[in-house]
């Protein structure tokens, strides 16, 4: 992307160093994702509960809801027009939520493996359902998780927005990807795992189906992406498979954050194909996760470019020796799930 970050070492941060309040969801108040509060919502686009039970109602394990204050309208058409040398075109967009658990307590990391997986189902599902509209251009699926990281509400939610536009840095890492295919006619993310999983060094955990890593120009102390080893552009066009081994990975990253960062704020994007265009050869999806630990300010304004405090070898090793997690996940994988 010809973005350059500072690693800057004489700042050099552990993850002690970072204040900050932890994440916790305090129950009790009054919460609209709360099952119970269906009706606090617009009604639901998409529920998973047990047969025979109908929408909007109690029983359900997850659910994808409209946005009470969309970003984006989803009626009408974009009528995209001049104004002088300006462009301008109507707010037409999709804005879901997907409400991922209906305990108010329960963070993603605390959710069960086959909870996890359900989330990036439903990830799946919607993106399927709304590349059908030929309005859209992308589907940006993030999560804010803590006040810090920009969630309004604490039970634990992603948003979902399909957006008439690819945005600028989707735009930005998919050029950045095409030069470098054909220049060397290779996929550049397939490179990089390969290369780093070799080296090692900002390596947090590999699967037979992943790569979890720490990149080797980070923007964020504890920036990590997860990568699939399997070449695939587009998310929502991966095998089956591969929704259960990321809800694996996904958790475990996650469960590593809170044990080494003591439950830090957090956002994810995923970053997968624009829908209309063929990014087949040289794009790749992955998930970014960068924990909420540092404030951008007028230097990465100014510049675009960010001074992060850890270096990634650092975040890898720190990541990858928190294995008591892994031991005491181990349990709650075995048991059915609630
Ligand atoms: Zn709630
Ligand atoms: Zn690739
Ligand atoms: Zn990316």
Sequence with gaps: MGRWVI????RAKRPSDFQREPVANHPGRFCPFCEGNEDKTPPEILG??????????????????????????IEGELARRGEGLFDKMNGVGAHEVIVETPDHTKSLAQLTEKRVEDVLWAYR???????????????????????????????SHSQLI????V????????????????????????????????????VIQETDHFLVLAPYAPRFPFETWILPKQHESAFEDSQSHVFESLARVLKRLLQKLDQV??????NYVLHTSPLTENTQDYYHWHLEVMPKLTKVAGFEWGSGFYINPTPPEETARFLREASLVEQAERKPVLSPSP
């Design 125 to 155: 599902d919607r993106m399927l359902d709304l590349k059908k509209d030929k309005r859209f251009r992308y589907v940006l699926i993030f999560k804010n998780h803590g006040e810090a990281a920009g969630a309004s509400l604490e039970h």
């Design 167 to 202: 945005p600028i840095y989707v735009r930005e890492e998919v050029e950045g990807a095409k030069t470098y295919y054909n220049f060397k006619e290779r996929c550049i993310f397939c490179d990089i795992i390969r290369q780093e999983a070799a080296s090692g060094a900002r």
């Design 48 to 73: 998973w509960r047990q047969d025979g039970q109908g929408p909007n109602q109690k029983g359900w394990s997850l659910r994808v809801v409209p946005n009470k204050f969309p970003a984006l309208g």
């Design 162 to 165: 399909a957006l008439p536009v």
């Design 261 to 266: 960062l003591e439950y830090p704020p957090y």
């Design 7 to 10: 690693i800057a070492t004489d």
